[in-house]
């Protein structure tokens, strides 16, 4: 998968989480903007973890947006 549909699966799981009540939509545009900021490495990042659950992904999202931050 490239960095960009890697990307567009990052945003569109994002709003899915949204949707399911799972995360409100301030932190979901954080987490979107995380993503448009920084696709190079967050496609590298996130790759593997698609697959994973929406619980897995948003725990993973968290801990990247916590380095980033520092």
Wanted: a negative charge; zero cysteines.
């Amino acid at each position: 998968m490239d960095k960009l549909s890697i990307s567009s699966e990052l945003l569109l799981r994002i709003d899915s989480m949204v949707l399911t009540g799972m995360i409100d939509t301030g932190e979901a545009s954080d987490l979107r903007s995380l993503i448009m900021d920084s696709k190079v490495s967050v496609a590298d990042n996130f790759s593997e973890i698609l697959n994973g659950s929406d619980a897995e992904l948003l725990a993973e999202l968290q801990q990247f947006s916590g380095k980033k931050k520092k």
